[in-house]
């Protein structure tokens, strides 16, 4: 398929090696092939490094290309960081950020390109997420987007089946470096205010584990959550009740 609509794959990772193959295959599968695949390396010590390189060499023949690019992430300072290395060496017309234990549907690239093609004002495309336990081997289920004005509250959008126009990035900006945890959900909103075309495929694009960053630092992500969400809704109320309601249940 060719639409003239390139895109960019970018994996953040550290000590990935359990589950990076399986989501370099979720990229390799896809037609058409990303213009490039970004690597940033947060320092792994296991067999992470070892099993990017093969799959690099596996693959990529004359007749078969997508560009591998290996960045190291100096220093430890997070996932938002690394997300913002990745995008800045991206040329895509459009970016996909996959992590490293996450993995995409054979038929994701295709219809994202496609839903972008069909829709020329559309800014950002997302669609569902399949939850999974640990081992990707037992579906829990499927989380469909949100209206946007659940942003309130919570995370409208899924961000792991969230695909963005790399001109979104150089109008607004890149992610924000002051969150951890919480950086994909202060993005969206940014979006959102700036009144970013969204356009919702009722459609499973990607599938991720559950026991992320952000599950297993509960607290930290609730209060990023909740300083989002006063900073874009100064003076709504719901931000604080969404704190609280969390807070009592321990999400």
């Known amino acids: 398929m060719s639409i003239g609509i390139s895109y960019s794959v970018i994996t953040i990772c550290k000590n990935s090696d359990r589950t990076i193959g399986r989501t370099i295959d979720s990229v390799l599968r896809q037609d058409p092939l990303p213009l490039e695949y970004v690597f940033v390396d947060g320092g792994s010590t296991d067999e992470t490094r070892r099993i990017i390189e093969e799959r690099d060499k596996e693959f990529n023949t004359p007749r078969r290309l997508c560009q591998f690019l290996i960045l190291n992430q100096e220093g430890s300072r997070g996932i938002t960081q690394a997300w913002n290395i990745g995008l800045a060496h991206c040329k895509g017309d459009v970016i996909f950020i996959l992590n490293s234990d996450d993995w995409y549907q054979d038929d994701t690239a295709s219809t994202v390109l496609e839903a972008f093609y069909a829709d020329r004002e559309a800014e950002l495309v997302v669609g569902n997420v399949a939850k999974f336990l640990r081992g990707g081997n037992s579906l829990l289920g499927t989380d469909r987007n949100r209206a946007l004005w659940f942003g309130h509250i919570m995370m409208p959008i899924n961000h792991p089946a969230c695909f963005v126009r790399r001109s979104v990035y150089e109008r607004i900006g890149c992610f924000d470096t002051r969150f951890e945890y919480a950086a994909d959900y ?14 919702v495929i009722e459609k499973r694009l990607t599938n991720f584990e559950l026991g992320g960053a952000a599950n297993s630092h509960r607290r930290e992500a609730r209060m990023e959550v909740y300083m989002i969400g006063r900073k874009y809704f100064r003076f709504s109320p719901l931000p604080l009740m969404a704190f609280l309601i969390r807070y009592i249940t321990r999400r």
């Open 186 to 199: 202060d993005f969206i909103l940014r979006c959102y205010k700036k009144r970013f075309r969204f356009l």
